[in-house]
């Protein structure tokens, strides 16, 4: 009996391994960067004035505007923070005021939907790959 | 005993197999999987725009697959019309795009790098990388890979937002034989 039951019990043990695997195969797969591939983070000025950091999901913008939008018509660098972005210029129009203006996106008045960052992240590229890549400042 | 052991293993393994095939079938075959907003690592959970912002799942899993970065195969995305993106906010803004493959021939024993213009001008103007991080006459830029894994050159955007430089032979794509037999 004893050994009957052992048996189906290695049985149950191994599918829960194998579904384990695959779980931690899935995990692998999507990704091993918490964040999003290519997220950026703003905060050279955000907490220093007493706003969250701004999150920057650069995945959601290119489904909408090619690379040469924002990196060519609107002057942002190919280097996340080679700009100098205040809030004063981008409520004049310049660098995210250009969409974010209540016509092509919303408007600066919706502080926390940028301004959403948990506190003291550190300003970069987050979610990439583990070189010492374009994240460094 | 031991009969009765073997035949309930199989039956669980063969159970086990059907119900996988049946979670996979159901997905469409389709098993990426995107952390939602919330629990993201970046966003605090507190704000509003945790709730009120589009989750990279639910607009990713539209986009033809990949399996790195966002596991979108981007430059199929837009090619097949899979995302209209805008090509300019301005009417003036002049629009062009390249049609001429590069072949990087400095690799020691990895195979050629093959750079396509067309894939790259689709998305980004010429002015992105010309004259700043490559200059324009071909094989004047001292590319070289421990620069690209600093995230300088090809670095600026591989690794970063394009698929990653753990994808060698996406650009190290010719052969060394291939290259010598083509005229």
């Keep these: ?137 | 005993m031991n009969t009765t052991g073997w035949a309930g293993r199989i039956w669980r393994v063969a159970l086990f197999t059907v119900s996988m095939l049946v979670l996979t079938a159901a997905s469409g075959g389709d098993t990426r999987k995107w952390k939602s907003i919330a629990e993201d690592g970046l966003h605090d959970g507190d704000n509003p725009a945790a709730t009120a912002l589009q989750s990279p799942g639910e607009a990713l899993k539209m986009l033809p697959p990949d399996g790195a970065g966002n596991q979108v195969n981007w430059v199929k995305a837009l090619r097949d019309g899979y995302v209209k993106p805008r090509t300019t906010l301005n009417e003036t803004t002049p629009v062009q795009t390249l049609d001429a493959d590069i072949l990087m021939k400095r690799t020691v024993e990895m195979p050629y790098v093959r750079f396509p213009h067309l894939a790259h001008t689709e998305w980004l103007e010429c002015s992105n990388c010309h004259e700043k991080i490559f200059k324009s006459k071909a094989g004047a830029t001292p590319v070289n890979m421990f620069q690209i894994l600093q995230g300088e050159y090809c670095g600026r955007c591989h690794g970063a937002v394009a698929f990653p430089l753990t994808e060698c032979n996406r650009c190290h794509s010719v052969p060394h034989k291939a290259a010598k037999e083509k005229p």
């Design chain 1, 1 to 137: 009996m004893n050994t009957g039951f052992r048996f189906r019990r290695d049985a149950g043990m191994r599918a829960r391994a194998i579904a384990l695997m695959i779980m931690g195969l899935g995990m692998l797969l999507s990704g091993n960067g918490v964040a999003e591939y290519g997220d950026v983070v703003l905060n050279k000025r955000a907490e220093r004035e007493g706003m969250a950091p701004v999150v920057f999901p650069h995945w959601f913008h290119r489904i909408r505007f090619r690379c040469k939008v924002c990196h060519s018509e609107l002057a942002f660098e190919m280097r996340a923070g080679a700009n100098q972005v205040t809030m004063a210029e981008i409520v004049q129009g310049k660098f995210c005021g250009a969409c974010h203006n209540g016509t092509i996106a919303w408007s600066t008045e919706n502080c926390k939907l940028c301004h959403s960052g948990a506190p003291n992240l550190p300003s970069r590229i987050h979610g990439s790959h583990e070189t010492l890549g374009p994240g460094r400042w």
